[in-house]
């Protein structure tokens, strides 16, 4: 009887689940909690591309490729309702919670030159590199969000999904309203936002009808900066501050007051006259 040594065979597993990455979950705010790329219950994030500059823009060089990125159906800029903060974007028609922006475009640096960068994470949640929208040619519209003096007129939330840094609405955004995300607490010590008045005392938005607010299990809200802010957790890359709070309150319908309604006539004449003063 002649002995035969068994083939070498690789072996192979045909069970093999892979483990997702932290850098693909989301927060489903109606959920109040992490899901896995998209809410099974809730749905996806509604996602609201930029619009595509064309090739030899209609506007003077002094506008921005920037500004022609903005996704002109739902969104428009103009001066903002922070005083001294600039231009801002406005909401061109009411958008529903649970819309997504971005992601936010910039110079890829590892420096933090500017108000306009963000911080990326890698996956094992250590700074990786900074997105820098400073140069308004190499950046897109998301450049003009301002950052919100409290939570009560923040209406977007930062986080960090596949190596990028994205916005979404967390309340009902009515038409002709300001566009307003936190930078996180550094940024805002900067420019003087008192982050002991940022939130809303608590059982604020239960008085709305919002359920009772969960323990924060995370942290999740990115934070625009620097090198000194070490993501405390993170989930998905999502840099994770002491805001959490706000996430749960967004429960609450947004308490702004529409801005004066800009005919869609005079927004592009508007546009120039910005950058004009801008400029000037
Ligand atoms: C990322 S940019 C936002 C777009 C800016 N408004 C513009 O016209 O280019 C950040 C800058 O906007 C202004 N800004 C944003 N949020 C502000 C706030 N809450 N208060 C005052 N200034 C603000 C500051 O000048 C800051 O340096």
Known sequence: MS???????PRIS???PEEPSLDEYIFCDECADFVYEY????GPLLVIPDDKPPAVSPFPAYVPRAALTIPHVFLHLAPSIIPGAGIGVFSTLTLPRGVRFGPYCGVRTQQVDSMYCWQIYSRSHKPS?????????????MRYVNCARNWREQNLLAYQYQGQLYYRTIKIIPRFTELLVFYGSEFANALHID???YN????????FGAPAAKKPKLDLQQTKIGHSLS???????QTHS???ENNKKSKIISVNKPEKPISSKNLIKKKSNIFQKKNS
């Not at 809410?39 to 809730?42: D, K, L, N, Q, V």
């Not at 993501?231 to 890359?237: D, E, I, S, W």
């Open 129 to 141: 590199h900074v997105v820098d929208a400073a140069d308004g040619d190499k950046s897109n519209w």
């Open 14 to 16: 045909y069970y093999e």
């Open 242 to 244: 002491k805001d959490t």
């Open 200 to 207: 809303a005392p608590p059982g604020y938005a239960q008085k």
């Open 39 to 42: 809410c099974a219950i809730h």
């Open 231 to 237: 993501p405390k957790h993170t989930n998905n890359g």
């Open 3 to 9: 002995r035969r040594t068994l083939r070498q065979k």
């Open 195 to 197: 982050l002991g008045k």
